[in-house]
C-alpha cells in the first residue's frame, strides 16, 4: 500500500520531476519497483526556478516608495531655498545699486528717511533710505533696507559718506 505523497520508480530512472515534486532515483542494484525516496525542502531550488517572491517585492517597493517620498521632500525644500536665495540676491543688488547713487550724488543726501520703489529682475522693489548724523560732523551715516512685494527684508547695507 502506498503512503500519501509517494512516487514509485524503476531502477535506474534519473531523477524527475513529476508534478513539481522532486524524486530520487531508486539505488543501483535494486530491484524494480523498489519506493523511492521524496526530497525534502523548498520547492523552488533548482537552477531553472529563480527570482523574487511576494513578499520581498513588497519590502522593495516599499523602501522605493519612502526613497522617493523623501526626495519629493528635498526637491521641494531646495526649491523654496532657492527662490529665497534669488530674492536676497536682487534685493542686494538693488541696495548696492542705491548705495552707488548715495555715494556718487555730488550733493549728500537729505538728513531723515527717503523710500520708494526700484525696478531690477522684472520685479519691484520697496526700499526705505535713513539717513543720519554721525559723532564727526563731515560724515552721515546711510542705511538702506530692501523688502521684496511680501514685504520681507531682501537686502540691507550700511554706509558712510563724507558731507563736504
Known amino acids: 500500500m502506498l503512503g500519501r505523497g509517494s512516487i514509485w520508480m524503476e531502477a535506474g530512472q534519473r531523477m524527475s ?9 531508486a539505488k543501483a542494484g535494486a530491484a524494480a519497483g523498489v ?3 521524496r526530497q525534502t525542502g523548498p520547492r523552488f531550488r533548482g537552477c531553472d526556478e529563480s527570482g523574487f ?7 522593495a517597493l516599499a523602501v522605493f516608495g519612502l526613497a522617493a517620498l523623501a526626495l519629493i521632500r528635498l526637491e521641494g525644500a531646495t526649491l523654496k531655498s532657492t527662490a529665497a536665495v534669488e530674492s536676497h540676491s ?10 552707488v547713487t548715495a555715494l556718487s550724488d555730488p550733493r549728500p543726501p537729505a538728513f531723515g528717511t527717503a523710500s520708494g520703489v526700484a525696478e531690477n529682475g522684472g520685479r519691484s ?6 539717513t543720519k548724523r554721525t559723532a564727526d560732523s563731515g560724515i552721515v551715516r546711510i542705511d538702506i533696507a ?4 511680501d514685504g520681507r527684508q531682501a537686502g540691507a547695507l550700511t554706509l558712510a559718506r563724507p558731507v563736504g
Open 125 to 130: 522693489w520697496r526700499w526705505t533710505q535713513i
Open 35 to 37: 519506493r523511492a525516496r
Open 17 to 25: 520531476r513529476l508534478r513539481g515534486i522532486l524524486v530520487a532515483p
Open 53 to 59: 517572491t511576494l513578499i520581498e517585492m513588497m519590502v
Open 146 to 149: 530692501v523688502l521684496d512685494a
Open 90 to 99: 536682487i534685493g542686494q543688488i538693488v541696495a548696492n545699486n542705491l548705495a
